[in-house]
Structure formats: C-alpha cells, structure tokens
T-cell receptor, first 112, second 118 residues
C-alpha cells in the first residue's frame, strides 16, 4: 500500500511569490493534516481536513490556506512568501478523525 | 490550551544502555498522548500512543511509555538502545474525541535528539 505522497519534495521560491504544495493521502484515508517544521518553532499544526471540510486551523496568518478535494487529496497555499516561511511542510493522513496519522516525507520550502 | 514540554533537547547515551526521554504536558481536558520518531530527512513515524486504558503503553522498536496523570507526564523508555535508535523524538498531545478533539490536531514538544554512541 502506497504511503502518503507529497509533491514537490523540494522547492525554492523568492519573497513575495506564492506556492502550492500537494499531498496525496493513503488510499481510503479521509482526514489530512498539515504541519510546519522549523528549527526555531519546531512542529506546528497548520490545518486539519476531513471530507473536504476544514475542521481545525492553527495559529497562522491568513496567507496560509488549504483545501481538500473529493478524492481526499489536499493542497496548501502560501501567498506573499516571507523568509520565515522557509520550512519543512509535513502532511499526514488518517482513516478518520480518531485514527492514527501517517506522515509523508515532507516538502522542503526555501524562500530566498 | 494544551502544551508539551520535552525537558531534554539532547540525550547522549552509549549503545546497550537504557534511556528515558522525558515529556510533560498541560491540559485542562482529557488528552491523547503520542511519541513520534524522525530520522534525518524523513517524515514522522509513530512509536506509540496512549488513548485510554492501561497506562503502560508498548510501542515499536522496543520502546514503551507510561502515562502518569497526577504528574502529567508521558516519559519514553527503552531498556537497551542501539546505534539505529539515533534520531529525534517528539512527544505530542491532542484533545480527546470526548472533548471535540481528534488525533489529527497535534501539539508537539520541541523534540529530543537521541545520540547513541558505540
């Protein structure tokens, strides 16, 4: 069974640009969560989606947005990139809200 | 609000020695507790979790943790470590489903880097 897939794996952008990251969950999983990992702030929760609905959102500015499609695939978008957005963005999927999460390998975003 | 404190940022230990990675949490409601491991340039892998029931939880790779409600702790232990256990370990909490939470909204500690030396 394929694991959680995140594309692209690496991305370099410049300040002011926007970026879209993609996450394909494990087949049959309906819940997707996103996390940001930086050396300074550690792992921080961004969003949680279940059946195309955003269920929870972390404490991030409105420049960070996401969505989930009917096939459970999810995207997150960051607009007007700042240097501080450089991070590893991790996606995790689970069967449902009360099930174990499985993490993808992450997308490493570098903002220059 | 929930928070997690991992008391040690780095733990060096010799191979075959026991290890304990400490984790304390704070929450006003019932929580789920987790330990994850992250190897370099990889995502997170679940080691073990406490949802309810027995306070001693056994996980993969010989790790175990004990939930102590009175001390609000969830320390991770392994009786004998291997070189391959060198990684970063994260403790995490989430609000239980009984309080409208889920396993998909995790609050993480800052991580503990375990370094196993030969």
């Amino acid at each position: 069974k394929a694991g959680v897939t995140q594309t692209p794996r690496y991305l370099i952008k410049t300040r002011g640009q926007q970026v879209t990251l993609s996450c394909s969950p494990i087949s049959g999983h309906r819940s997707v969560s996103w996390y940001q990992q930086t050396p300074g702030q550690g792992l921080q929760f961004l969003f949680e989606y279940f059946s195309e609905t955003q269920r929870n959102k972390g404490n991030f500015p409105g420049r960070f947005s996401g969505r989930q499609f009917s096939n459970s695939r999810s995207e997150m978008n960051v607009s007007t990139l700042e240097l501080g957005d450089s991070a590893l963005y991790l996606c995790a999927s689970s069967l449902g809200l009360d099930n174990e999460q499985f993490f993808g390998p992450g997308t490493r975003l570098t903002v220059l | 609000a929930q928070s997690v404190t991992q008391l040690d940022s780095q733990v060096p230990v010799f191979e075959e020695a026991p290890v304990e990675l400490r984790c304390n949490y704070s929450s006003s409601v019932s929580v789920y507790l987790f330990w994850y491991v992250q190897y370099p340039n990889q995502g997170l892998q679940l080691l073990l979790k406490y949802l309810s029931g027995s306070t001693l939880v056994k996980g993969i790779n010989g790790f175990e943790a004990e939930f102590n409600k009175s001390q609000t702790s969830f320390h991770l232990r392994k009786p004998s470590v291997h070189i391959s256990d060198t990684a970063e370990y994260f403790c995490a909490v989430s609000v239980s489903m009984n309080y409208g939470g889920s396993q998909g909204n995790l609050i993480f500690g800052k991580g503990t880097k375990l370094s196993v030396k030969p």
